[in-house]
C-alpha cells in the first residue's frame, strides 16, 4: 500500500523442492539472499590503453570505452558486495567486427573466465551481454577485462553487478516499538534489538505498508520528523542483514502526534471560477487565502470528496482538473490549509456538466447494487458457464456463490489459511477453463509458512479436496499480491507481492515481486522466460489482471510514494521496483503505460470491457477508465467515476456476455475502518 495511507477521502483524520504430501503435489521454491543488480558503466572504471567514446548509439551513461587494438588493453571496475558470496557479473558489449574478441576476466586478481567470447555483433550500434559469475569478497572488489589479442576488446557500455550470499540466514524480528518525545510534527521510535549470525545492517521503519525511514544496524531508536499534528501513524519495524536477508516484522504500534498549537484556519480563498471545459478536464482559478502562518494548499473539493491538492510555496491559485467523466455533472468548491492542518471555510462553488462523452468503447451509465452484508469481499471470479461467481472474504477466508441476482452461499472455507493482521488472508480465486469436466477452482492465500497456491475441488455447491500446488512466497504484513487469472493459453496467471523486502522483487530466483505463470498442476508453465515460474519481474505490489481482446496481459500496481502503475506485461521484462517507481529512464526497465499519483489511485483489481481497462482504485476511492486505443499499445485519457461516493474500491470484474461490471467494496478493512457487514457487490452497465 502507500505511504500516508491513513489518511481517506471520506474521513480527514488520521533449488526447487517438488514432493508428495499425501496425493498433494507442493513445489516449493526457497528465496535467495540477493541484491538488486548495481550498474558500473565502463567511462566510470580504470582504463588502459583505451578511451571513453560517443560515436555510435545505444550505449548507456555517458560514453562507452573503446580499447585500443593491442593485447593487454584492460578496463577494470571497482564493485561493492555487501557481503561475501556468488557474485553476477552481466558486460554490456558490442563487437562490430566479423571475429570474436576474446578477453581474461579477473576477478580480485585472479583469471575467473580466460579468453572469454565476445562473438560479433551486428555492429558497433548493437549491443549485447555476456553473463557471468564468480565468487567475490565483502567489501570492495576488482573486475578486470584484458585483452588477450592483437583485435583488443569489444567496446564496452557497462557492467550489472549482484552478489547472491552464503548467509540465508534473516534476523530476528525486533522487538515491541514505542514512542517518545512526541510533539506536533515529530516523535522518537524505540524498538528491542534484533539478533542476527552475522550481524543487523540496518532497521526499516514502515508506516502500515510503506517505508518511512530507515536507521543503522547499531541502532534501536529513530528521530521521525516532517509528521502531520494530531494524526495516528501505525509503525513497525523490520531489521536486515548485510546478505539482504530481513526479518519478520516487529509487532506494532500506534502512536499519535501532537495537535497543533496554531488553531487559527486560513481565510476562505477567493472567488472561483471555470473556464476551458472538455468532456475530461476543466481549468480552475481562486484568490489566494491568507493565514497567520502560511497557507500550504489548496484542496479542489466536491462536498468531502477531493479530486487534487495544490501545493507548493506558496500554491499555486490555479489549476487544470482530469480524469473527469464524459456528460456528467459537477459541483466544486476551494478550500486552503495551513501546516497546522487547519482548514478554511469553502470558498465559492462551481457548477458544471461535461460535454458528450466521444467514444466507441462506452461508458458506466449505471450502478446498482447487488448484494450487500460482506466484510472485505477480495476476490471475484466468474464461473465458466457465466451464471455464478465465486467470492472470497480475505479475514475470514469463507468463499461464496453469488447468483447474477446477488444471492449469496457459503460453498466452504480455504483449509490452512491465515491473517496476517494487514493485507494477508484469502486473496484471489479463479476457475478452471475446464471446471465443467474436472471441476478444479483455484486460490491464493496466506499461511503459516508464507503465501500459496491451492487448488480445490467444486461442484457447483460446496468445496472439498485440498491440493497445495505452489508454495514458498513469501508473506509479510502488507505487500502480499494475491490476484489469480487465467490467460486465454489455459494457464494460471498469479501476481506476487515482495513481502515489504524490495531486493526480491529483482530476484529472478524469487517468487516475490513477480507475475507467476504456471499449469494447473502447479507446474512452471512451458515457455516462461527463466525455466522457472516467473513470467515478469521487478513488481511492488501487483493486484490487477486481466487480458485484451489480443490476449495481452494488463496488470495494476500499487508504488510506494510516489505513482501507481498499469502495466503492458511481456514475458521476461523488468517494471522496475526497487529502482524505479513510475516512469524512470534507467536501461532495461520497462515503463509504465500509466501512472497516478498514490492518494488518485492505490489501485487493486482491473477488468476489460469493449477494449477499455476499468481499475478498482482503495485510496482513490473511485473507478478508473482507460480507453485502449484499438490494437495498438497505447492507452488514452484516463477518466474516473464514482469519486468518493462508495469508499475504498476492491475487485472489479467483467460479467460474461454482458457489457457489465461486477464492483466490490472494502470498506472494513484495517484502512476503511468500518464495521463488519459494510461492503457490498455493484453491478455497473457499461452503454
Known sequence: MKARTFTALRSRTAALAVMLLCTALVQAVPQSASAAATRYEAESATIVKGATESNHSGYSGTGFVNGDNVTGSYVEFTVTAASAGTGQIAVRYSNGTAATRPADIAVGGTVVSAARAFKATADWNTWATSTLTAPVAAGSNKIRLTSTTADGLPNLDYIDFTVTSSDTEAPTAPGQPSCSAITEDGLTLNWGAATDNVGVAAYDIYEHGNKLAEAAGTATTKNLTGLTPGTTYNLSVFARDAAGNVSSVSPVVDCTTLRSSDTTAPSAPGTLSASGLTANSVVLDWGASTDDKAVTAYEVRSGSTVYKTVTGTPPATTTTLTGLACASPYSLDVVAEDAAGNTSPPGNTVAFTTPACATDGGVPSGIATVSTGWSIPWGTYWMPDGKTALTTERDSFKVFKVTS?????????????????????????????????????????????????????????????????????????????????????????????????????????????????????????????????????????????????????????FGDSKKDELNLIKPGKNYGWPVCEGTCTTAGMTNPKKTWTVSEASPSGIAIVRNVIYMAALKGERLWRVPISGDTENLGTPTAYYVGTYGRLRTVTKVPGQDQLWLSTTNCDNKGKEPDGSDKLFRISIT
Open 405 to 557: 441476482g446477488g444471492t449469496r452461499t457459503q460453498v466452504g472455507t480455504v483449509p490452512d489459511a491465515v491473517t496476517t493482521d494487514g493485507e494477508g488472508g484469502l486473496l484471489g480465486v479463479a476457475a478452471d477453463p475446464k471446471w465443467s469436466t474436472n471441476h478444479y477452482v483455484y486460490f491464493m492465500h496466506t499461511a503459516s509458512e508464507g503465501n500459496r497456491v491451492a487448488r480445490m475441488t467444486y461442484d457447483g455447491s460446496s468445496l472439498g479436496g485440498y491440493t497445495v500446488l505452489l508454495k514458498g512466497i513469501k508473506k509479510s504484513r502488507y505487500h502480499n499480491g494475491g490476484r489469480l487469472a487465467f490467460g486465454p493459453d489455459g494457464y494460471l496467471y498469479a501476481s506476487t507481492g515482495e513481502a515489504q523486502t524490495p531486493d526480491l522483487a529483482q530476484d529472478k530466483n524469487s517468487l516475490n515481486g513477480k507475475i507467476l505463470r504456471m499449469t494447473t498442476d502447479g507446474r512452471p508453465a512451458p515457455g516462461n522466460p527463466f525455466g522457472n515460474y516467473v513470467y515478469s519481474y521487478g513488481h511492488r505490489n501487483p493486484q490487477g489482471l486481466a487480458f485484451d481482446r489480443n490476449g495481452r496481459l494488463w496488470e495494476a500496481e
